[in-house]
């Protein structure tokens, strides 16, 4: 890329609804304009369908970000449609409604593609090595896990084990009792058999957790441990993993009004952190990590990364 670009990307989430806006100078390095999160839960009601109060709030919310990326003027609008529009029956009929009132064009794309894209932003926020690591997002509708080094992924896959999911499946009491959280463990261990199977062959222990779950774990263990500091300006810090083995404890043995009331805790959150916390207490338990990290960066920015060096993006067929 050789002319300075402005563009806007917006990630249609499950749960949240993301805005970046970045000037790229003609070194192909991108700059902060804006950045914008709103929580719309697209999936409250289920994952198979958008019920109508969440559809014309999604809606509503991608008119606010088409206002304030009109603002900015930009050369490019890239919007993407993940899990919940993926799983929706009535997926295609937001994106032709989007496209109707707003004439804002969603590109939906697969779970391979998002896995690919959260790579290229972790890539570009941590400095990976060699050796191979362990990158997951945990979204509410699916979760990517990326194994991979600085040059290369090695194996990657999108499992529809979202936090939304696993909430309204396994966790019906507040504090979750011990025999929801041993039938989720149980089921997870078995949806995650090929993952074990791939960290098994690469040998990654260090976790790379991106946004979502893993910034509020971040914020949680800031803002109670005066040992541990951690600024939003970073786009990668390290997770002290003895910090959040006693933080998922205290998370499984609370009620919502407790997990409320956690320093830290993002209220949005606060009703799908724990079987989030299940799911990456498992990984760290049963796969051997001994390093944990944060990534800032993650789909949006892979996106970025992706249109600067000109890699195509696949979209999905719905």
């Known amino acids: 890329m050789k002319e300075k670009k402005t563009i806007a990307v917006i990630d249609i989430g499950t749960n949240s609804f993301h805005l970046l806006i970045v000037r790229i100078d ?55 449609g993940t ?22 064009s969603i590109y939906c794309i697969d779970g391979d593609t998002e896995a690919t894209m959260i790579y290229y932003g972790v890539r570009n926020a941590v400095n990976l090595t060699h050796k191979p690591v362990l990158i997951v997002d945990i979204g509410g509708g699916s979760v990517e896990f990326v194994i991979g080094d600085e040059g290369q992924i090695y194996w990657q896959t999108s499992l529809p084990i979202g936090a939304s999911l696993l909430k309204d499946r396994y966790h019906h009491h507040d504090p979750m009792p011990k ?33 979502g779950s893993f910034e509020t774990v971040a914020d949680i263990i800031s803002a109670n441990n005066t040992d541990f500091h951690y600024s939003h300006d970073q786009v990668a810090h390290h997770l002290p993993v003895d910090k959040f083995l006693d933080l998922h404890k205290r998370l499984t043995a609370s009620t919502l009004d407790e997990r409320l009331a956690i ?17 990456t207490h498992l990984i760290i338990e049963d796969y051997g990590i001994r390093e944990m990290s944060l ?21 999905a067929e719905l």
């Open 295 to 315: 990534s800032r960066y993650g789909l949006k920015e892979g996106v970025l990364y992706s249109v600067v060096n000109q890699i195509p993006i696949a979209a």
């Open 179 to 211: 025999r929801e959280i041993d039938q989720l463990r149980n089921d997870l261990r078995r949806e995650l058999a090929t993952v074990k199977k791939q960290v098994d062959l690469y040998e990654p222990d260090q976790l790379i957790g991106v946004a």
């Open 26 to 80: 003609e070194k192909g390095a991108y700059h902060l304009l804006r950045r914008e999160r709103k929580f719309v839960k697209l999936a409250l009601d289920g994952i198979h369908k958008i019920s109508k109060k969440q559809f014309d709030k999604g809606v509503a919310t991608l008119a606010s970000f088409r206002t304030i990326v009109e603002q900015y003027e930009p050369d490019d609008v890239l919007a993407f």
């Open 263 to 279: 320093k830290g805790m993002h209220p949005e959150r606060a009703d799908m952190i724990v079987v989030a916390s299940i799911l």
């Open 83 to 104: 899990a919940a529009i993926r799983e929706a029956e009535n997926g295609r009929e937001f994106i032709d409604k989007v496209k109707q009132e707003l004439n804002l």
